[in-house]
C-alpha cells in the first residue's frame, strides 16, 4: 500500500445502502473477501461512507467479533501483547486513511476505540519497548499524534527514523531506497515516525531536500502533527519560545506553516481523555 494514500476500494458496495443496513452491508462486504487487505479496503470504505455507523466497530474487528484473524479472545490476545502486526498494523491504518475525512466528534470516537484496544495492553507492548508494537505501524500523522496528546505513553518514538538515517549518508541515497515517485514514503512501518525523522535538523541535514519533494498532501499533514503534539498539551514554556524552538529543528522553508497550524488547533483536546 502506498503510504499516505487510502487503499483502494470496493466501488459498487455500499453505494445504495440505507442507514438500517450500514453495519450489514459490511459484515456482507467482509463475508465477501477471503484476504486481510482485501477486508480492510470494505472497512476502510465503510469508515469514509458512513463513519457514526461503522466507528463503534473498530474494537470488535480487532479482537475478531467482526473478523476472523484473531483468537477471539481480547484477554488472552492482551497478555501477549495483541495479535500480530500483520493483522493490527493494517487495521489501524484503515482507520487512519479515513481519520482526516471525520469532524472532530468522530475523530474522538475513533480515538476511544482505538485507545479502548491500547489501554488493555501493557504500554510497554504499545509505544514498542517490548515486541514491535502497536502505534509503531501507524503511518497517519493525525491519528498518531492524537493518541500522543490522549496517551504520551503511547508515542513509540523517532528509532525508526533514526536507525533508518543512520544507514544513509546522503538524501539521494536515503530517497533511492525509502521514497517513490511521488514523495511518498515506502517500506516503513511509521510514515509519520520517518517523516518527522526527515525533517528534523539534530537527525540529518537533508530535510530541506526531502521537503522539497515529499508528497505534498503527507508533507501537510506531517507538519500538523508535529504541531499538535508541540502546542496540544500544556508546557513549562511560552507558546513563542516553544514555536522558535521547533523552527530551529525543521526546515526553514516550513517556518511559515507552523502559525497557522498552531492556531487552526486541528487535534484533540486531551482532558476528554483522562
Known amino acids: 500500500m502506498q503510504v499516505g494514500v487510502p487503499m483502494a476500494t470496493n466501488e459498487t458496495l455500499f453505494e445504495s445502502s440505507g442507514a438500517h443496513n450500514q453495519v450489514a452491508d459490511l459484515r456482507m462486504g467482509l463475508a465477501q473477501t477471503s484476504n486481510i487487505e482485501d477486508r480492510l479496503s470494505v472497512f476502510e470504505q465503510a ?113 525508526e527514523g533514526k536507525i533508518k538515517l543512520q544507514s544513509h549518508t546522503s538524501f539521494d541515497s536515503f530517497a533511492n531506497t525509502y521514497l517513490d515517485e511521488n514523495g511518498s514514503l515506502k517500506g516503513v512501518n511509521s510514515a509519520f515516525v520517518v517523516s518527522y525523522s526527515l525533517l528534523r535538523s539534530d537527525f540529518c541535514s537533508f530535510g530541506e531536500r526531502y521537503a522539497a519533494v515529499a508528497n505534498p498532501a503527507f508533507l501537510n499533514q506531517t507538519m500538523k502533527g508535529i504541531v499538535a503534539m508541540r502546542f496540544g498539551r500544556p508546557s513549562k514554556e511560552d507558546w513563542e519560545a516553544s514555536a522558535e524552538r521547533l523552527k530551529k529543528l525543521l526546515p526553514a522553508s516550513l517556518h511559515d506553516r507552523i502559525e497557522p497550524l498552531r492556531q487552526e488547533a486541528d487535534w484533540t483536546d486531551y482532558k476528554k481523555f483522562r
Do not use: K
Open 47 to 159: 469508515l469514509v461512507q458512513f463513519p457514526n455507523a461503522i466507528i463503534p466497530l473498530i474494537t470488535l474487528m480487532y479482537d475478531g467479533r467482526e473478523s476472523d484473524w484473531s483468537s477471539g479472545n481480547a484477554q488472552i490476545d492482551a497478555l501477549a501483547g495483541g495479535p500480530h502486526e500483520g493483522v493490527t498494523w493494517p487495521l489501524y491504518n484503515a482507520v487512519g486513511a479515513a481519520y482526516p475525512s471525520f469532524t472532530r466528534d468522530q475523530r474522538d470516537a475513533a480515538l476511544r476505540q482505538l485507545l479502548n484496544i491500547f489501554d488493555g495492553i501493557n504500554y510497554a507492548y504499545v509505544q514498542g519497548e517490548w515486541g514491535v508494537g502497536h502505534t509503531t505501524g501507524i503511518h497517519e500523522p493525525l491519528l498518531l499524534a492524537d493518541i500522543t496528546l490522549a496517551r504520551p505513553l503511547y508515542w513509540p518514538g523517532l528509532d
